[in-house]
């Protein structure tokens, strides 16, 4: 199956700091990115869906000035958490489908922790 | 909107056979997928079915049936390493909606 790299896959930052997730596609163009939040125990929550060169669109109840998302290549979008809060702490995956393929894989996570 | 059911947990012995089943109520189908998620890490995909019927891929097979808004997820001969959580997806336009998971766990 395609390759999909995170990185960090876990980061631990201060109240109020701004994090930079980056996901990239190795093997594939990345037509569309999905970026995904999960909660321990509980199933992945669609944040927004990107496509290559255009504004993201957001889910409903997601912060699109605090989660901000970026796909300028069709090989990387990144998700970046600005004055990110305790409340923030949780484990983001994105995902990516291609022009040759309608199956989502997903990147490893990223683990992110706000003291 | 989008309402998918799947147990919570399911425990089963090592050799056995397990049924994941899943029931959907969705606005738009596009095809549903079975992934597992090992604890603390990404999902990995395990199966895809758009057309009604069996889909086998070794010890994995998902079944759907789209009149019914149901599928499953059969795990033969099961071995510890299968100890996870399996997530039913569906697709309506091109977003995948995901049940809360099934965690299996596989016991000697």
């Known amino acids: 199956g395609a390759v999909v790299s995170q990185h960090p896959s876990r980061v631990i930052c201060k109240s109020g700091t701004s994090v930079k997730i980056e996901c990239r596609s190795l093997?594939?163009?990345?037509?569309?990115m999905f970026w995904y939040r999960q909660f321990p125990k509980q199933s992945l929550m669609l944040m927004a869906t990107s496509n290559e060169g255009s504004k993201a669109t957001y889910e409903q109840g997601v912060e699109k000035d605090k989660f901000l998302i970026n796909h300028a290549s069709l090989t990387l979008s990144t998700l970046t958490v600005t004055s990110a809060h305790p409340e923030d702490s949780s484990f983001y995956i994105c995902?990516?489908?291609?022009?040759?393929?309608?199956?989502?894989?997903f990147g490893p996570g990223t683990r992110l922790t706000v003291l | 909107g989008q309402n998918i059911d799947q147990p919570t947990e399911m425990t089963a012995t090592e050799g056995a056979i397990v049924q994941i089943n899943c029931t959907y109520q969705t606005s738009g189908f596009n095809g549903l997928f079975w992934y597992q998620q090992h604890a603390g890490e990404a999902p990995t995909f395990l199966s895809y079915n758009v057309l009604d019927g069996l889909e086998e891929k070794g010890r994995f097979s998902s079944f759907l049936s789209r009149s019914k808004g149901y599928s499953y997820l059969l795990l033969k001969e099961l071995q510890m390493k299968d100890s996870a959580s399996y997530l039913c997806?569906?697709?309506?336009?091109?977003?995948?909606?995901f049940g809360a998971g099934t965690t299996v766990t596989v016991r000697a």
């Open positions: 093997d594939f163009q990345a037509t569309t």
């Open positions: 995902s990516a489908t291609g022009a040759i393929t309608d199956t989502q894989y």
């Open positions: 997806a569906v697709r309506g336009d091109y977003k995948l909606s």
